[in-house]
C-alpha cells in the first residue's frame, strides 16, 4: 500500500491512493487530509496544476497534470480545521 507520494518536492501522506494506466498515460487518484496550518501551502502548491510526481514505494517517477480536484471544506482558513482533499493526476 502506498503511504505517501511526492509533487515536486513536497511529500504528501495519502489516505487513498489508486493507480491505472489510460491511453498509456499513468492516472494516480489521491486522497489526503489538509490541516488549517498546511492549508495555504498545499493549495498553492495544488494551484501551480503540473508538477514532476514521485511515488517512491512504486518506483514510479513522471511529469503529471492534475485532471480532478476536490475538498471536503472551502474555508481552511479557520483554526484547528482539517479537510479531505481527493486529486487525481494524469502523466503529460
Do not use: C
Amino acid at each position: 500500500m502506498v503511504h505517501s507520494i511526492v509533487l515536486d518536492d513536497t511529500e504528501i501522506e495519502v489516505k487513498h491512493y489508486d493507480r491505472k494506466t489510460e491511453e498509456g498515460h499513468q492516472v494516480i487518484s489521491i486522497i489526503f487530509d489538509v490541516t488549517s496550518a498546511e492549508y495555504h501551502d498545499i493549495t498553492v502548491l495544488l494551484y501551480k496544476g503540473t508538477f514532476d510526481i514521485r511515488v517512491p514505494e512504486e518506483g514510479l517517477d513522471f511529469r503529471g497534470t492534475i485532471i480532478n480536484y476536490s475538498t471536503s471544506l472551502d474555508n481552511l482558513y479557520e483554526e484547528n480545521q482539517t479537510g479531505e482533499f481527493r486529486v487525481a493526476l494524469q502523466e503529460v
